[in-house]
C-alpha cells in the first residue's frame, strides 16, 4: 500500500512557541491531505482538509490562525502550530489522498505533541 | 450531520473465538465505510475499505459487511488471535474523501 510518513514522530516544546509538523506521500502524489487530531483515548477529530495549491478547508471549531497548514506540493503538507499552549498536547494525524491514490485515503504514523 | 458509533466500546475475548464489532451511521449518504485498526500511540492502518456500491469485503480472517439501508456496517474477526488486540475504527466517507469515526473498539484477545 502507498506510504505516508510525518515529521517528527514526537515533539515538546514551551508554552507560546511555534512547532511544524510535516506530511509526505512518499511513494503516490495526493491532491488531498488531512489532518486530524486525537486526544487520549478518543477517536479522530477531523481539523483540515488541504489541496495541493489552495487554502486549507478549517472544520468548525478550529482556528486557522492557530492552526496553519501548507500543501505547497502533491507529496507535501505542513501544519504549524503557532503560540502552542498545553491544551493543543494531542496526537497529530495526517493522511493522504486523492490524485493516484484515487478514492482510499492513507494515513501517517502520527505526531504527539507535549506542550509545557 | 454524520454520526458514527461503535458498540461495544471495549471488548475481551479468549483466543480462538470469532467476533463481531459493530458501527451504525445515522446519514445513509456515505460514499464508502471504512475499518481502520490502531495500535496504542500509532496511526492507523486500513483494513477494508467497502464501496457503497459494495456489500461485503474479505481480506484474510476479516470480513466486512455494509447495509446502507440500515446505516450498519460489521467488521468479522474469525478466529482471533492475540496479535489482534488494538482499537478497531471504523469511518464513513463523506464527499470530498472526508472521514467521520467512531469512537472505536478496543478489541483484547486473552491467550
Known amino acids: 500500500g502507498a506510504v505516508v510518513s510525518q515529521h517528527p514522530s514526537w515533539v515538546i516544546c514551551k508554552s507560546g512557541t511555534s512547532v511544524k509538523i510535516e506530511c509526505r506521500s512518499l511513494?503516490?502524489?495526493?491532491?488531498?491531505m488531512f489532518w486530524y487530531r486525537q486526544f487520549p483515548k478518543q477517536s479522530l477529530m477531523l481539523m483540515a482538509t488541504?489541496?495541493?495549491?489552495?487554502?486549507?478547508?478549517?472544520e468548525q471549531g478550529v482556528e486557522k490562525d492557530k492552526f496553519l497548514i501548507n500543501h505547497a506540493s502533491l507529496t507535501l503538507s505542513t501544519l504549524t502550530v503557532t503560540s502552542a499552549h498545553p491544551e493543543d498536547s494531542s496526537f497529530y494525524i495526517c493522511?493522504?489522498?486523492?490524485?493516484?491514490?484515487?478514492?482510499?485515503?492513507?494515513f501517517g504514523p502520527g505526531t504527539r505533541l507535549t506542550v509545557t | 450531520k454524520q454520526e458514527v458509533t461503535q458498540i461495544p466500546a471495549a471488548l475481551s475475548v479468549p483466543e480462538g473465538e470469532n467476533l463481531v464489532l459493530n458501527c451504525s451511521f445515522t446519514?445513509?449518504?456515505?460514499?464508502?465505510l471504512q475499518w481502520f485498526r490502531q495500535d496504542p500511540g500509532k496511526g492507523l492502518t486500513s483494513l477494508l475499505l467497502?464501496?457503497?456500491?459494495?456489500r461485503e469485503q474479505t481480506s484474510g480472517r476479516l470480513n466486512a459487511s455494509l447495509d446502507k439501508s440500515s446505516g450498519r456496517s460489521t467488521l468479522y474477526i474469525a478466529a482471533s488471535q492475540p496479535g489482534d488486540s488494538a482499537t478497531y475504527l471504523c469511518a464513513g466517507v463523506q464527499g470530498a474523501q472526508k472521514l467521520v469515526f467512531g469512537q472505536g473498539t478496543r478489541l483484547t484477545i486473552n491467550p
Open positions: 511513494d503516490f502524489q495526493a491532491t488531498t
Open positions: 493522511s493522504a489522498g486523492g490524485g493516484s491514490a484515487a478514492y482510499e485515503q492513507y
Open positions: 488541504s489541496n495541493e495549491g489552495s487554502k486549507a478547508t478549517y
Open positions: 467497502i464501496q457503497s456500491s459494495q
Open positions: 446519514d445513509s449518504a456515505i460514499y464508502n
